[in-house]
Every structure is written in C-alpha cells, then in structure tokens.
C-alpha cells in the first residue's frame, strides 16, 4: 500500500507571495490533518479535514488555509507569506476520527520564504 | 491550557536501556501516544496508552500513568538505527486537537 505522499517536497517562495501544498493520503483514509514543525516550535497542528470538511483547527491565523477533495486527497494554502512561515508542513492520514493516534505522515514539504 | 514537557536530549551508548519521560497538562485527555522521527524523516507511530500501564512492542515499551499525568517511552537493547528524535503526543481540550512536546533527541553511541 502506498504511503502518504505530498508535494512538492522543497519550495522557496518570497515573501507576500502564497503557496499551496498538496497531499495524498494513504488509500482507505479519509482523515488528514496538517502541521507545521520548527526548530523552535516543534510539531504544530495546524487543521484536520475529514469527509471534505474542517473538523479541527490549531491556533494559526487566517492565512492559513485548506481543503479536502472527495477523493481525500487535501491542500493547504499560505497567502501573504512571511519569513516566519519558514517550516517543514507534513501531513498525516489516518483511516477515521475515531480516537486512534495512529497516523501515517507524509514527508513533509519544505517551505523557505526569502 | 495544554503542554508536554520531555527532556530535550538524551544520550546513551548502544545495548543499553533508556527511558525518555513525558509530563503533561490538558483538559479532556484521551491518551499519550509516541512518535520517533529520524533527521530528514517523517514522524512514524510507536505506541498509544489510554490507560495506566505498560505497554510492550519489541524493544519499546510505553507507559502511562493517569494520576501523575505522566508517561515514559523505554527502549531496550539499544541500536544505533535508535538515534532519531522522540515525540509524545495527547489528544485533548476542547477540539481534541493532537499536541506534541517539543522531543527528545536520542543519540546512541557505539
């Protein structure tokens, strides 16, 4: 079974400019949640979609964004980035909401913002 | 509100034991669970406890202490494939959201 997968894996953007990052989650899974990991922050949740619908989010303001396909596939969006946005975003699948923690996490796109 | 204190860096020589602690305040608690993430890697699940007690896969075990709002990874027989950074994680507050301590980098030495 194929694992997660996100892409792109490295990106540089500038700052005042917008990204977006997709992700593909394991076959079967519907859950996908997001986090920003930092060195100085560590592993931050970000949003968790299911079904096609925000089910949770973390403490991150508005300019971060997401959406889930029907297919469950996912993306995220930053608009106006900043230097701060810098990180390492992965995403995690995991089959249902149910209170498991076992989530696959996809390897993570890198993101420097100049 | 919610944090997870675990020690920033351990190290420890190969074939040895060591235990990495997890302490933790939140509201609506429903488990600590374990993720081990080597440099340039994706985080990967280890272990989950919802109740007191030990749990055993292989070389690791986890344990959860409610009362103490505690836990512990411990890993056995050290390799050095074991060097990587180790995460706990509860699932709580109001949302339910998934929050990590900051982890514990573990360097094995031969």
């Known amino acids: 079974k194929a694992g997660v997968t996100q892409t792109p894996r490295y990106l540089i953007k500038t700052r005042g400019q917008q990204v977006t990052l997709s992700c593909s989650p394991i076959s079967g899974h519907r859950s996908v949640s997001w986090y920003q990991q930092t060195p100085g922050q560590g592993l931050q949740f970000l949003f968790e979609?299911?079904?096609?619908?925000?089910?949770n989010k973390g403490n991150f303001p508005g300019r971060f964004s997401g959406r889930q396909f029907s297919n469950s596939r996912s993306e995220m969006n930053v608009s106006t980035l900043e230097l701060g946005d810098s990180a390492l975003y992965l995403c995690?699948?995991?089959?249902?909401?149910?209170?498991?923690?076992?989530?696959?996490f996809g390897p993570g796109t890198r993101l420097t913002v100049t | 509100g919610q944090s997870l204190e675990q020690p920033s860096e351990v190290t420890a020589v190969e074939g040895a034991i060591v235990q990495i602690n997890c302490t933790y305040q939140t509201s609506g608690f429903y488990g600590l669970s374990w993720y081990q993430q080597h440099d340039g890697g994706a985080p990967t699940f280890l272990s989950y406890?919802?109740?007191?007690g030990l749990e055993e896969t292989g070389r690791f075990s986890s344990f959860l202490s409610r009362s103490d709002s505690y836990g512990y990874l411990l890993l056995q027989e050290l390799q050095m494939k074991d060097s990587a950074s180790y995460f706990c994680a509860v699932r709580g507050g109001s949302q339910g959201n998934l929050i990590f301590g900051k982890g514990t980098k573990l360097s094995v030495k031969p």
């Open positions: 979609y299911f079904s096609e619908t925000q089910r």
């Open positions: 995690a699948s995991r089959k249902d909401r149910g209170l498991s923690y076992e989530q696959y």
């Open positions: 406890n919802a109740l007191d």
